[in-house]
């Protein structure tokens, strides 16, 4: 009896996003992560804490989601690796 072999595809997170921008004196970043019908964005200059605002967008959540990014990638932030938490929480302060 032959085993059959399994192969793992890896998933590749298409529920978040990191931007940075860099421009003059400007450094900043902002994270975007659906989970169901809400989105999360974390946003903020380099070394800060920065904000963080989630909002339930009911059934046009991918719409939105797509949107946020596009309107991102516009203004010129350029998109980065993600290692952040899949259930992102507010920093205490």
């Given at each position: 009896m032959v085993k059959k072999r399994t192969t793992r595809k890896s998933?590749?997170?298409?529920?978040?996003?990191?931007?940075?921008?860099?421009?003059?004196n400007s450094r900043k970043f902002w994270r975007i992560v659906k989970n169901g019908s809400k989105i999360t964005t974390h946003y903020g200059k380099f070394g800060s804490l920065g904000q963080m605002t989630t909002k339930?967008?009911?059934?046009?959540?991918?719409?939105?989601?797509?949107?946020?990014?596009?309107?991102?990638?516009?203004?010129g932030y350029v998109e980065?690796?993600?290692?952040?938490?899949?259930?992102?929480?507010?920093h205490l302060v």
């Open positions: 998933k590749k997170n298409i529920n978040s996003a990191y931007f940075i921008y860099k421009s003059g339930d967008y009911g059934s046009k959540v991918d719409i939105e989601y797509d949107k946020l990014i596009k309107s991102k990638k516009k203004k980065k690796h993600d290692f952040g938490d899949k259930n992102p929480k507010p």
